[in-house]
């Protein structure tokens, strides 16, 4: 299995440009989120999904989307980049948010500078 | 509001000794809390999870505490290693189960 992966690693934008980054995780999970981690603030959620068809917003969600039409794949899209939007965004995975195990899997992130 | 608190500080300790990290809450009735580890330039790691009908949780070197009178949750790595020095999030998940982390805190261990 390769886990939960992300790309690109790294990505430099402009403001106003919009691009998608990409998560895929193959161990079958219902449950992926999508989360940003700035110095000093932590991880905060940004949007999650229950399963395929089903995305809701996290504490963060303005200036993104998200679509969930399998399993595997939930991309996140930046509409019109703002310098407000560099971060590290790590995807992250659990088979089901109310089973008996509920351990996070992370990718390694995708590093976004928007200037 | 609710309110995950880790100290911000870098925790520094002699190898060999017993590490203890602290997670306090406030505002939350948690279903159980986790911990993870996060290394420089990396995605976190999960380690521990720990529900709120229990006390202790141990897995090798690593023991976790859960008091939710106190609103407090201890983490300790004893005989601490070089190789344990990394960032310790801890991760609360309430009646949602959608977990809510710490800014956590960092850990240096000095050979």
């Known amino acids: 299995n390769a886990g939960v992966t992300q790309t690109p690693k790294f990505q430099v934008l402009k403001t106003g440009q919009s691009m998608t980054l990409q998560c895929a995780q193959d161990?079958?999970?219902?449950?992926m989120s999508w989360y940003r981690q700035d110095p000093g603030m932590g991880l905060r959620l940004i949007h999650y999904s229950v399963g395929a068809g089903i995305t809701d917003q996290g504490e963060v969600p303005n200036g993104y989307n998200v679509s969930r039409s399998t399993t595997e794949d939930f991309p996140l899209r930046l509409l019109s980049a703002a310098p407000s939007q560099t971060s590290v965004y790590f995807c992250?995975?659990?088979?089901?948010?109310?089973?008996?195990?509920?351990?996070?899997?992370f990718g390694p992130g995708t590093r976004l500078t928007v200037l | 509001s609710q309110k995950i608190e880790q100290n911000s500080e870098a925790l520094n300790i002699q190898e060999g000794k017993t590490a203890t990290l602290t997670c306090n809450y406030t505002n939350y009735s948690p279903a159980y809390l986790q911990w993870y580890r996060q290394d420089p330039g990396r995605g976190p790691v999960f380690l521990l999870l720990i529900r709120e009908n229990e006390k202790e949780k141990r897995k090798e070197r690593l023991k976790v505490t859960f008091d939710t009178t106190l609103k407090q949750s201890l983490f300790h790595i004893t005989a601490s290693q070089p190789a344990d020095s990394a960032t310790y999030l801890c991760a609360l998940s309430g009646g949602s189960y959608i977990p809510t982390f710490g800014r956590g805190t960092s850990l240096i261990v000095h050979p």
């Open positions: 161990m079958n999970h219902e449950y």
């Open positions: 992250a995975s659990t088979p089901s948010l109310a089973g008996s195990y509920n351990e996070q899997f």
